[in-house]
């Protein structure tokens, strides 16, 4: 049996179908309606045309973009394989369809309902309970969580919902982890994203639980009104599938800016980019893939800009033989300091004066997070290991960025 068509919405407006194409099972088709406005179309890398997208094998980047990934996925998977037959990408696009990270929603329907359980944010904050919280949360919100990512999270509504917000949509990701695998893994991103700001870089807000197992981080593409920002990682715009993620450089998302940022943004998203790129390198993070970029827009004819950094973490404490998720001139050995002058200059065109003012703009954010990483050592004294090995990478990479 045919399945129908996923329709695609800007916010709440209907612009287009997904379907399942009749001569190839593994290759999908998205058309615009008739009469959609170049500010509705769906993506900057898929403009309001005539004729359909079409994909030779898998969905559009774009639409794959928030697929859930990892523990979100299979338990999903799980969840709808007896009800719905062949269950694939797009089946699953279709169960987290009305609540997704940026502006495009999915719906079998006409209109779109986006209606997010509430979560009392304190509840999660200051949980100390024995039960599995997490699992609580994945039950609630993973068919509400269209977000990709391998680390374990969902997507939330706050309770209450702050008056200046009246929608019914999500609000907040939960992050969460494998201890096993990962000690400590919320207070890594906590320590890397308050060091990050620190440096100027542009984040959202985190907040660290208090038996440090949650990470909650406030949407940065939800506004005042309601309403949600388009966001695009650069394995869209790069036209490649999700698993493409860490093919390709630094220097290679830095061209694909001039592509998409808007001219009168570029030069500070091009500062940014390389300040961000340089604090990751610093921090030890081998997971700055093509995903963990993006750009940030209101409608695809209004200004474009990079988004605001996230999932900054250090994964050398885990990893000691980690390397970077891209190629940075032409290796994915974490740089030293000449290899992120040349990196800079060539990102901003700045001088080399300036470029070494970035890099002390990054130190001192590294500065801040080994502060911090200090003072939660002090606090929670059993996590003394992992403080002692993020402590030691984060010195040695500041070490590379000042010597």
Known sequence: MKKPPLHTFTGNRPVGSLTRSDLDPDAFLF??????????AVSVTMPVRADQYDSMSGLLPLFEMNL??????????????????????LDLLQIVGTSQIGRLRYSLQDSIEENV????????????????LFAHLLERFATYSGISGMQPKVLIREMPVPEKITHQGATHIVK???????????????????????AGIDTSRVRLSGNRQFLIVDRFDLLADGSYLGIEDFCVLDGRRSHGRYDGSYEGIARRMGDYVSPSALGRAKDQFALMVAYSCAVGNGDAHLKNFSVIYRHPEDEVDLAPAYDIVSTLP??????????LS??????????????????????SKAAQQLLDQ????????????????????EAGEFVQRITAVMTAGRDRLTT
């Open 362 to 381: 990054a130190a001192a954010g590294i500065d801040v997070a080994l502060a911090q990483a200090a003072d939660y050592g002090r606090r929670h004294g």
């Open 176 to 198: 969460s982890f494998d201890p096993r695998e990962y000690p400590e893994l919320a207070a890594n991103e906590f320590i890397c994203t308050q060091g990050a700001a620190a």
């Open 31 to 40: 058309g615009y309606r008739d009469g959609t406005p170049p500010e509705n």
């Open 68 to 89: 859930p990934e990892g523990a979100l996925r299979e338990r999903l998977r799980l969840q709808f394989a007896k009800t719905i037959p062949e269950f694939d990408d």
């Open 330 to 351: 032409g290796s994915k050995e974490f740089p030293d300091r000449a290899r992120l002058l040349k990196f800079v200059r060539q990102v901003t065109g700045r001088s």
């Open 117 to 132: 359980p509430t979560q009392d944010l304190s509840e999660i904050l200051t949980y100390e309970g024995g039960a599995d």
């Open 318 to 327: 885990y990893n000691p033989r980690d390397t970077l998720a891209l190629e």
